[in-house]
């Protein structure tokens, strides 16, 4: 499997523990969902070579940052809708990853 396979399951298993964390309300399944999500950085795989969005890039970034500030604060206050909004702010930073490369 090449790199961006890699990645691309790395985001499914995330994505779908993440859905099964938040729906269930099991603040620890997150976790195990964010270490498949961070997963691809330290290994490389996300270096998929060929021209970067610079912008696409940077709004990732942003997006992931922040919607990760929402999921400690879930954990930390177990306030519910930080929960759901987190998730939209994660789903929406895979579709800016998607266009980093493209």
């Not at 691309?8 to 620890?28: D, P």
């Not at 795989?45 to 929402?70: C, D, Q, R």
Request: hydrophobic residues 65%; glycine residues 8%.
């Amino acid at each position: 499997m090449d790199n961006k396979g890699k990645t691309m399951l790395c985001v499914f298993l995330a994505g779908t523990l993440f859905i099964g964390a938040i729906l269930l309300n099991i603040w620890y399944l997150a976790l195990i969902a964010a270490f498949f999500d961070w997963l691809p950085l330290p290994t490389g795989w996300m270096k998929f070579g060929g021209k970067v969005n610079k912008k696409a890039l940077l709004l990732h970034i942003s997006l992931t940052l922040f919607a990760y500030g929402l999921l400690i604060a879930w954990i930390i206050f177990r306030i519910q809708i930080l929960s759901f909004l987190f998730l939209e702010l994660w789903w929406a930073a895979v579709v800016a990853g998607f266009f980093i490369t493209s």
